[in-house]
């Protein structure tokens, strides 16, 4: 991935993750995540962009003020990135830190494998 694309990606995919409006997020996840996108966590697996969508939602209906922040820029390998994030809450300035690796196929998000740093 060129730094263009790849700084794309890493804005994009952070303004997905903060964006509260279900209609501008799912358009956002249109312009980088593969409609069929696999997200892979500990604890589960989301199978598709309304998957995701439904999700973040289930985020912010938790914690209003949940915020997700990219703690270093994206690096890229082939057809990989990585991004490492903290997600911050109100008053709380770490409640959880980790990394994404993506996994590009025909130039979108095809598998997203979520790895969240031990409390």
Same mark, same amino acid.
Do not use: C
């Given at each position: 991935?060129?730094?263009?694309?790849?700084?794309?990606?890493?804005?994009?995919?952070?303004?997905?993750?903060?964006?509260?409006?279900?209609?501008?997020?799912?358009?956002?996840?249109?312009?980088?995540?593969?409609?069929?996108?696999?997200?892979?966590?500990?604890?589960?697996?989301?199978?598709?962009?309304?998957?995701?969508?439904?999700?973040?939602?289930?985020?912010?209906?938790?914690?209003?003020?949940?915020?997700? #922040?990219?703690?270093?820029?994206?690096?890229?390998?082939?057809?990989?990135?990585?991004?490492?994030?903290?997600?911050?809450?109100?008053?709380?300035?770490? #409640?959880?830190?980790?990394?994404?690796?993506?996994?590009?196929?025909?130039?979108? #998000?095809?598998?997203?494998? #979520?790895?969240?740093?031990?409390?």
């Amino acid at each position: 991935m060129d730094a263009q694309a790849i700084n794309y990606l890493q804005q994009t995919h952070t303004a997905v993750w903060n964006e509260k409006d279900r209609t501008t997020r799912d358009a956002l996840m249109q312009t980088i995540y593969a409609d069929d996108i696999k997200m892979y966590d500990k604890d589960f697996i989301l199978t598709d962009i309304s998957a995701v969508s439904d999700f973040i939602d289930k985020l912010f209906a938790d914690d209003a003020d949940f915020n997700f #922040v990219a703690t270093k820029p994206m690096e890229s390998t082939q057809n990989g990135a990585r991004l490492f994030w903290d997600i911050r809450s109100g008053s709380q300035p770490n #409640v959880l830190t980790g990394m994404d690796f993506f996994v590009i196929e025909n130039g979108k #998000v095809a598998h997203l494998f #979520v790895f969240m740093d031990a409390q």
